[in-house]
């Protein structure tokens, strides 16, 4: 297969959607079930066993002569309004990765799983990883309780999937695991930049998500005086402009406020509440962790000078994650094979290799895409890009092979 099939896929893949003219496929949906049609017939197609798991995840294997798995894969699921390639490309090119070998007739010493984890981008319970956290062995069952925006449980939305959620403790993988080795696209503008068609990923920054409530005095805006004001929006504006300055004083940290409210939310209105977001990314946790506690120390001088009420809420935190040295060091040498400059970069986003990180050395190999665009229905890659990536999967399943 070369890279105008996997691209052909993924356009097939981008009309499961929940919403017409637009790529909406949630976890456990209609648009999950079509998309899981086509490619556990994919799968088939390229010599594999496919089946779902308790959690939905699809899960293709193509046996080897030996006893040991090496894991391949990235998810289906997608945000709102999505692009065709993250998430799906990695699956498509896993596929055609193994097609390759059948396609030859050939068996390796190991065997490959390709896993097509059911949700990633946590769009439908807000609640990311579920895929490979269950293949990870490290699903919390309490999520089973969360509900979507219609009232339907996730408990309820896996058994009307076919899953089962007792049973999700079993989709953990076990055995011996040579690793974890993800296609993605960069969703940065790194490889354009430097004329690289893919790039090796050395390690997954750490990220620190952080909820901030500030509560000051809702008032008239044109009769309380200014030195009379708690208004909780100034607040909020501080700290905004404080995480923007963070990010750009510290090199390879990004800071973002990408959420806020405020109430009562009138022209004529004096903001009495403002809840907005904290993002945090860094490859260094220490340097993370100081940035942060650096912000929320912000934060609460903010609150006491202007004499407001503070909450702070932390949501999430993934510690950075260090790609496997032994599949760091095979991709780069796949890639000097197929003829392409080799080149490390961190990534910024976070990933199915995360969880996996838990159970296996994993490793990621992105792929240019223009403008570094994501998240967005702008993404964009080049058939001969994705064609130097399937090479670079195939040439390094051979090294595997071989070492």
Known sequence: MDGRSVIERCDVLAGCT???????????????????????????????????????????RYEGTGSATLLLGSHLDSVRDAGKYDGPLGVMVAIAAVQQLHDQNRRLP?????LAFADEEGLR???????SRAVAGIFDRRDLDLV?????????????????PSGIAEDRLSGELLGYCEVHIEQGP??????????????????SRILIEFTGVAGHAGTVPMDRRR???????????????????????VATVGR????????NVIPGRTTLSLDVRHADDGVRLEVCEALLSRTRELAKRRKLGVEIRPVSENAAVRCGPRIVSLLTEAVRDSKQQPFELTSGAGHDAVAMSSLTDVG????????????????????????????VVGRFLELMAER
């Open 260 to 267: 806020l409210e405020v109430e009562p939310g009138a022209a």
């Open 125 to 131: 319970f807000g609640s990311t990883y579920l895929g």
């Open 110 to 114: 190991f065997a490959i799983e390709v």
């Open 231 to 253: 208004d909780a929006l100034t607040a909020a504006a501080e700290l905004v402009l404080a995480a923007e300055a963070a990010g750009a004083a510290q090199p390879g940290l």
């Open 190 to 207: 790194v490889l354009e930049a430097r004329a690289l068609p893919v790039g090796v990923v050395g390690g997954i920054a750490g990220q």
């Open 18 to 60: 929940e919403e017409p003219g637009r790529i909406t496929r949630p976890f456990a949906s209609d648009a999950m079930r079509r998309a899981h049609q086509y490619v556990q017939e994919w799968m088939r197609q390229a010599g594999m066993k496919a089946r779902r798991d308790n959690i939905g995840n699809l899960r293709g």
């Open 364 to 391: 990621m190999l992105f792929v240019r895409c223009k403008g570094g665009v994501s998240h967005n229905p702008a993404e964009s890659v080049t058939a001969s890009d994705v064609s130097i990536s399937t090479d």
């Open 148 to 164: 979507d925006s219609a009232g339907v449980t996730m408990a309820d939305a896996i058994r009307a999937f076919g899953g089962d």
